[in-house]
């Protein structure tokens, strides 16, 4: 046998042995074409992941009611109009800001608005709250009522206040805060808090609901 055949025979049986010592030190139960796949970051168990997709598209049952205080955010994404993006931004909001007291608190999560309020509306339930406010499904109206024996709320200078000043009242979201400060800055301060009526976003009902948490600086 001539050098070169000799030579190529040498090379393929180091290949082999190779990549047969590869195999033995790897996952040798593999199939072939997988010896040297590696797992993938995030990658987990499939029955887990279908679980988890199964929990998230099922339908709402007839009477069926989230408690959007303690509900997952797979569960939180059952309701209508609400996906997994917006369901996770509420479990966030609640997490960082407490529990929710009623719709007027849910309004404060970036994109929930007045039409999935009112889809929500018979489909959420608002659980225990901080002590003497009790745990009862309130909506908007009643939702930051006074309760006997507790101090009154403290109240906001519209004049005053911060962006996270304004994101902390009932029913005003980021669209909210930031329209008062524009109007702030361009109509210069309220002298009133009927001014409040002419920002954008802002309907003399919740105006009114506002009146026991808002002020307006002399």
Do not use: C, W
């Amino acid at each position: 046998m001539s050098r070169e055949p000799r030579a190529l025979l040498f090379i393929l049986g180091l290949a082999i042995a190779g990549h047969a010592a590869r195999a033995f030190i790897g996952r040798s139960s593999a199939p072939p074409g997988e010896v040297f796949a590696q797992p993938r970051a995030g990658d987990g168990n499939p029955s887990t992941h279908r679980a988890r997709a199964q929990r998230t598209n099922a339908p709402l049952r007839s009477g069926e009611l989230i408690d959007i205080n303690s509900a997952s955010a797979e569960e939180i994404a059952r309701l209508p109009r609400v996906g997994m993006s917006l369901a996770k931004r509420i479990v966030a909001d609640r997490g960082a800001r407490g529990p929710f007291q009623g719709q007027a608190d849910l309004d404060r999560v970036g994109g929930v608005g007045p039409g999935l309020l009112a889809a929500l509306n018979e489909r959420v339930k608002y659980g225990p709250g901080p002590p003497g406010l009790g745990g009862a499904n309130r909506g908007i109206s009643g939702a930051y009522g006074s309760t006997p024996g507790l101090p009154g709320p403290a109240t906001v200078d519209l004049n005053l206040a911060s962006e996270a000043d304004l994101l902390a009242l009932p029913g005003v979201g980021q669209a909210r805060a930031r329209a008062i400060l524009a109007y702030r800055r361009d109509q210069g301060p309220f002298a009133a808090l009927s001014d409040l009526g002419r920002v954008p976003g802002f309907s003399q009902s919740l105006v009114a609901r506002l009146g026991p948490f808002v002020r307006v600086g002399r």
